[in-house]
């Protein structure tokens, strides 16, 4: 690593890692066939069975997802980081079959489980996705893979759903669901080519009370690190106010002012803005990357304010790529500073917990703005964001080491 560490940080030097190649062919694969299976899920199981149902499944799968996210970082932790990304994949092979056989018919009980397989895989696979990435590039090359992977994941995700529209139009909801499972049996070619060694050497202690410690312990390093603690509880405040309600809000005003079409050009927007901040991130190099992380935040501020003013359809996906082309510069320096800043060997724990922080009240959010917006008015719900976005980027700022994204001193 000391020799690899000294070369120049660019995207060719990136590709010369045969490890980071397979890496990121294998989750550009992944994202592809979950977008399409994120397509066809509905439209194998709404007409079948409905709305109600339909919803029960969503459901299912984001609660065991969000459950199990901290026992999937110890899991990271614990093991070859290749290999639980692997046995994730093959979880979420096993819960898509699952769609196969009882979307349609059978008990719901038992499709609403193939749900739950399909979020464990998840919960296990991010962490260790994210906590891989220091052991196939050197620390040099962190944020230059990060801001690719992140862009070519919004490509992916936006290939996939197009990708998922043209399967159902020609060969059905479920040759679109065979595709998906193709694309996982890449993922885990390429991920089983990668043999990741673990980080932890010795006997690995059995039993929900070690697990409980080990989780524990993620939580005291950070806590030991107050900019990244501070920075989660922002993500949480954030997600709740402003980005959970977006997603639930924009289909439904966009829709009543243009027609359904609209949704797709601020969704194409949004993906658009992502992936050109996370390709500016990736050239971004200076001492206070934190400050440049919360400044990129606050155009996602005018993201509500469209809701409540009449803006023509143009300006709002304009705003929509400026909002998210913030939040793709936001995230490849935070994600690089957490893997800088903390131990390789709790990085599972680390981003287990930062996605808890983003996920845990993601469901309540979207669930309640609705009602909440018709409730207390349009108006009022607005304002209320756009002050909890301004306040909650800025305020970190009291906490030392968020403009570094680093700490102070040396955590020992």
């Known amino acids: 690593m000391t020799t690899a560490d000294a070369v120049p940080p660019s995207y060719r030097a990136l590709f010369a890692y045969p490890r980071y190649l397979a890496f990121w062919l294998g989750q550009v694969t992944s994202v592809v066939g979950s977008s399409v299976s994120l397509i066809a899920l509905p439209a194998l199981v709404l007409p079948a069975r409905g709305a109600t149902a339909f919803g029960l499944v969503i459901a299912a799968q984001a609660l065991a997802g969000v459950l199990l996210l901290l026992f999937g970082g110890v899991i990271a932790d614990r093991y070859s980081r290749s290999v639980v990304m692997a046995i994730a994949d093959a ?130 390093e950070v806590r030991r690190r107050p900019w990244a603690l501070v920075i989660m509880i922002q993500g949480t405040l954030q997600v709740f106010f402003l980005f959970a309600p977006n997603y639930a809000l924009v289909p439904i005003v966009s829709q009543q002012r243009w027609g359904p079409e609209a949704y797709g050009w601020l969704s194409a927007s949004a993906s658009i803005g992502m992936m050109l901040g996370s390709a500016v991130a990736g050239r971004i190099r200076t001492r206070r990357p934190g400050l440049w992380a919360m400044n990129a935040l606050v ?9 409540a003013l009449p803006v023509s359809l143009p300006l709002w996906c304009l705003v929509e790529m400026l909002a998210w082309g913030g939040i793709g510069v936001f995230f490849v320096l935070w994600f690089t500073a957490l893997q800088t800043e903390f131990p390789a060997e709790v990085h599972g724990r680390v981003f287990s917990l930062e996605s808890i922080g983003n996920f845990a009240l993601q469901p309540i959010a979207i669930a309640v703005a609705p009602l909440l917006a018709s ?30 994204l680093r700490s102070p001193r040396p955590v020992v």
């Not at 155009?299 to 809701?307: F, G």
């Open 375 to 404: 409730t207390i008015g349009m108006g009022v719900f607005v304002a209320i964001a756009v002050f909890v976005m301004v306040a909650s980027t800025y305020g970190v700022f009291l906490v030392r080491g968020v403009t570094e």
């Open 299 to 307: 155009p996602c501020a005018i993201l509500p304010l469209c809701l």
């Open 91 to 220: 979880v979420c092979v096993v819960g898509v079959a699952g769609f196969l056989a009882f979307a349609e018919s059978g008990p719901l009980a038992l499709l609403m489980g193939a749900a739950c397989l399909v979020g464990v895989g998840g919960a296990i696979y991010q962490p260790a996705h994210r906590a891989a990435m220091p052991q196939v590039v050197p620390q040099a090359l962190l944020q230059k893979a990060n801001a690719l992977e992140s862009a070519t994941k919004r490509l992916g995700a936006a290939g996939g759903a197009l990708l998922g529209g043209v399967l159902i139009a020609t060969v059905g909801a479920r040759g679109a669901f065979v595709v998906d499972l193709a694309t996982y049996a890449v993922s885990l070619v390429t991920l089983l080519w990668l043999r990741l060694p673990a980080l932890r050497t010795g006997d690995v202690p059995p039993g929900v009370r070690a697990v409980l410690t080990e989780a524990r312990d993620g939580v005291r």
